[in-house]
Nanobody
Framework: VQLQASGGGLVHAGGSLRLSCAVS????????MAWFRRAEGKEREFVAAIHWSGLNTYYGDSLKGRFTISRDNAANSAYLQMNNLKPEDTAVYFCAAGRKFGSSREHYDYWGQGTLVTVSS
């Protein structure tokens, strides 16, 4: 199983980025997809999750409205659209796949390697 996250980079505050997660080695449309992030010196934090059907989404506190998670089951990919980025959004962002829908890291069995997002003020 491989999860390949991409799309990170350097952006000014107020800007946007779209992260992608390409998945192989599992039946993608049987899995919940999620994004987590880890800022330097902090614990890994839940960002968003999307049900295998794409019909249900769940966001971490204060992120809904700026971040949007989506998926394309035909492309075996998940996405995270991030708008109005703030310096405090600077972190390594990880995509994850699991069989349970929720915010707990324990729900997710497979993890990507992470992509760095840096937001300058």
């Amino acid at each position: 199983v491989q999860l390949q996250a991409s799309g990170g980079g350097l952006v000014h505050a107020g800007g946007s980025l779209r992260l992608s997660c390409a998945v192989s080695g599992l039946t993608f449309n049987n899995y919940v997809m999620a994004w987590f992030r880890r800022a330097e010196g902090k614990e890994r934090e839940f960002v968003a999750a999307i049900h295998w059907s794409g019909l249900n989404t769940y966001y971490g506190d204060s992120l809904k409205g700026r971040f949007t998670i989506s998926r394309d089951n035909a492309a075996n990919s998940a996405y995270l659209q991030m708008n109005n980025l703030k310096p405090e959004d600077t972190a390594v962002y990880f995509c994850a796949a699991g069989r349970k829908f929720g915010s707990s890291r324990e729900h997710y069995d497979y993890w990507g390697q992470g992509t760095l997002v840096t937001v300058s003020s």
